[in-house]
């Protein structure tokens, strides 16, 4: 920790803003989730719902207030906003549906494809196949970036092999990190890799609402974004805080994750949320050594499910030595080996959602005025 940078500091900093109500901020109770971590701060100020946005201004001015303080590196500051006993619902509001207009401006105006690689589970290699997707879509002409919405398990820094922090840009948004041709963030830049986020359902949603919007991700073809596992609070923010081209599930073969990944498909139903593909992970196991095949986990499960829900199957992708080893290392198998059989793979799922993306868009297209 910076010497003389401790929470009580931050608190006696926070008193200098007044609530609406004329009650100092940092002694007013509303403060949580405050950590203070090598001159990086992070908190939450809690809010009812119905006054969130009349707190957006505050919430700017403690992050500009923190940000002057010695010794402070990088500030975080977001709304929780939670009505007494009420969950959100899952249901996209009217005007985020496809087709309408945002009432508010949309922070990924210049992304042309925003699309969620979700699980219903975790230890199935999402995230290892949202970094390879993401490769695969750059390695057929496209601008790719790349967003790690896990906040409590982070995995692109280690994916990717991101080291340092995040530049500021114009207008106080950061600037996406590069790494292999794609642009990145990830809470894990944010934050020391060893803090532990504890925070509730809507600092959740606050926190990815704003790595979209605080992020200058400027013109790109597609965003993909690498969801929690599960069916939850980020998955809720991300559907309604943006226009969503539709999600990637990611499973493996038996029926456990199976099980899971239909629970994936209904929430994003749920949301409106179209089901771009179906991607069955660690189909089977190549060993090293004779190069034999073996299904540890079962056969064709995936595939299976997804002719029955009527989805698209993206394809298959082997458990391999070798990318198990790539990303672990932070050159991902499509970086270290771009020419080899399961980069091959990865180029026709990447193919595939192409497709489909363009096929959906096709109807749009035709109904549109000329």
């Known amino acids: 920790m910076t010497a003389g940078l401790d929470r009580d500091r931050i608190l006696q900093a926070l008193d200098a803003l007044m609530l609406p109500d004329g009650v100092p901020l940092g002694a007013s109770g509303r403060v949580a989730g405050l950590s203070v971590e090598g001159g990086r701060v992070s908190l939450a100020i809690q809010t009812p719902a119905d006054q969130a946005a009349a707190l957006e201004p505050l919430r700017a001015r403690a992050e500009a207030h923190l940000r002057a303080l010695p010794g ?8 929780t906003a939670e009505a007494a006993g009420a969950k959100p619902q899952a249901k996209a509001p009217p005007s985020l549906k496809p087709g309408t207009q945002s009432q508010k401006p949309d922070p990924l105006a210049g992304v042309g494809h925003v699309i969620a690689v979700a699980s219903g589970k975790g230890g199935v290699g999402k995230s290892t196949t949202a970094v390879n997707l993401a490769l695969a879509l750059r390695g057929q002409g496209l601008k790719v970036g790349v967003l790690d919405a896990d906040i409590y398990g982070p995995s692109l820094p280690t994916l990717l092999g991101l080291h340092g922090r995040p530049a500021a840009g114009p207008g106080r948004k950061l600037k996406p ?14 934050v020391d890799p060893e803090t532990a986020m504890v925070w509730r359902g809507p600092m959740i949603m606050s926190a990815i609402t704003q790595m979209m919007a605080d992020v200058d991700w400027g013109a790109l073809d597609v965003l993909v974004v690498d969801m929690p596992p599960g069916t939850g609070d980020a998955q809720l923010a991300l559907a309604q805080g943006t226009r969503l081209a539709g999600a990637v599930i990611v ?41 034999s095949r073996h299904a540890i986990f079962g056969d064709g499960g995936a595939e299976a499910e997804a002719a029955r829900l009527g989805v698209p199957f993206l394809g298959a ?7 198990r080893a790539a990303s672990d290392s932070g050159r991902p198998l499509l970086v270290r080996d771009p020419d080899g059989p399961v980069a091959a793979m990865f180029d026709q799922i990447a193919g595939r959602l192409r497709a489909g993306l363009d096929a959906r868009a096709a109807p749009n297209a035709a109904r549109a005025p000329r």
């Open 72 to 79: 402070v590196e990088r500030v975080l500051v977001v709304l």
């Open 317 to 323: 992708v082997p458990l391999t030595m070798e990318l």
């Open 177 to 190: 990190m590069q790494a292999h041709g794609l642009a990145a963030m990830s809470m894990g830049v944010l």
């Open 251 to 291: 499973s493996t073969p038996q029926d456990l994750s199976l099980i899971d990944a239909r629970r994936g498909i209904t929430m994003f139903g749920k949301v409106d949320v179209p089901i771009l593909g179906l991607i069955e992970n660690m189909a089977h196991f190549i060993c090293p050594d004779c190069g």
